[in-house]
């Protein structure tokens, strides 16, 4: 009998917030709009316990393109969750803290150096005011995804009535740097070991809502093709992430770690941040590389996401393929390249 998954895209939201509702309009929303990237990822035989109904017309394209397609069972009683696993709550809590993220970023020297985390509008001032020389902060709730929830400020115009309705929970605090561009490197575990790594370049907006990414099938690859696009060598990142997965190998984490980074300029130079946050779960670099792990002859892919409006206002070539259900208010489309010499 195959197995039966549920692709729970609300998971962090159930393991910290405290008013997690699993009826919510907006966990529904969440789910039903990216719940296809589950056809995206799996290609094993198995049923879907899907929460969207899908158009005979789409399935087909996914078909055509060579995409597993699931039996589908709504009403199924009994399944595995897929996005986060919810086995061991304890534990994978520990594992998905934006909190704790931050505070073995500071520990180890990985991150979050000028950050802090806060819980009151005086903790928050105390900090901005320790650094006057930065002006545009960010703060992010401990149980975001993709950048939802994310909220941008600048010190010399607090508005304080809209920061005290956010500042109901410990939150991070950070200066905003001038981001190049962001990373993600999974490190696949088994049996305590880890038996793969792969990277992942992240389309982020200044407010870190997620559209996108490029990738490659093996890492040399995608070495070549961040260093041909930033002239960056990503040989540090590479040998802080390996001891940033073994890190938490040391303290218990069984299943594949994902570890986000990113590089920013500072005074001309561009600068190393390894660890942003750690996800201990599926993820949306898991996507991108799925898709390029499908173009192995291509130097690299992408995969972009954005809203129909976007797309509408922007010309998406032939060449590009269309992944997202036709009425999901974000689309997304994937391209594999080659470097031309």
Request: glycine share 4%.
């Amino acid at each position: 009998m195959s197995k039966i998954f549920k692709v729970n895209l609300d998971y962090e939201a159930s393991l910290f917030d405290p008013e997690y509702d699993v009826n919510g309009a907006r966990i529904q929303k969440i789910n039903n709009e990216f719940e296809y990237i589950f056809f995206l990822i799996n290609q094993d035989v198995c049923t879907l316990k899907n929460s969207k109904n899908y158009s005979k017309k789409y399935i087909e394209h996914l078909k055509q393109n060579n995409f597993s397609i699931p039996i589908f069972e709504p009403n199924a009683k009994k399944f595995e969750f897929w996005w986060g696993r919810l086995q061991n709550i304890e534990m994978e809590r520990f594992f998905n803290s934006k909190l704790n993220s931050a505070k073995i970023a500071f520990q180890n020297n990985w991150g979050f150096a000028e950050g802090r985390i806060v819980e009151n509008l005086e903790e928050l001032k105390d900090h901005i005011n320790s650094i006057p020389e930065k002006e545009n902060w960010l703060i992010k709730r401990p149980h975001g995804f993709s950048g939802i929830g994310h909220f941008t400020f600048n010190s010399k115009s607090l508005n304080e009535e809209v920061l005290l309705k956010i500042l109901t929970e410990k939150v991070l605090l950070e200066p905003i740097y001038k981001r190049v561009f962001d990373i993600g490197t999974t490190f696949e575990i088994r049996n305590g070991e880890i038996i793969r790594h792969f990277m992942v370049e992240n389309f982020n907006s200044k407010s870190g809502s997620f559209n996108g990414g490029a990738g490659s099938s093996n890492v040399e690859k995608f070495k070549k093709y961040i260093f041909e696009k930033y002239s960056y060598s990503l040989d540090e990142l590479e040998e802080n992430t390996k001891n940033i997965a073994q890190y938490y190998l040391n303290i218990g984490a069984t299943s594949n770690i994902q570890i986000d980074s990113f590089i920013y300029q500072e005074n001309s130079k561009l600068k190393l941040y390894s660890l942003v946050e750690i996800n201990y779960r599926k993820t949306m670099g898991l996507v991108i590389q799925s898709l390029a792990d499908r173009n192995p002859n291509a130097d690299w892919i992408e995969w972009k996401v954005s809203s129909a409006k976007n797309f509408e206002e922007q010309l998406i070539g032939n060449n590009w393929l269309k992944l997202s259900p036709e009425e999901n208010h974000f689309q997304s489309y994937f391209c594999a390249f080659s470097f031309n010499y």
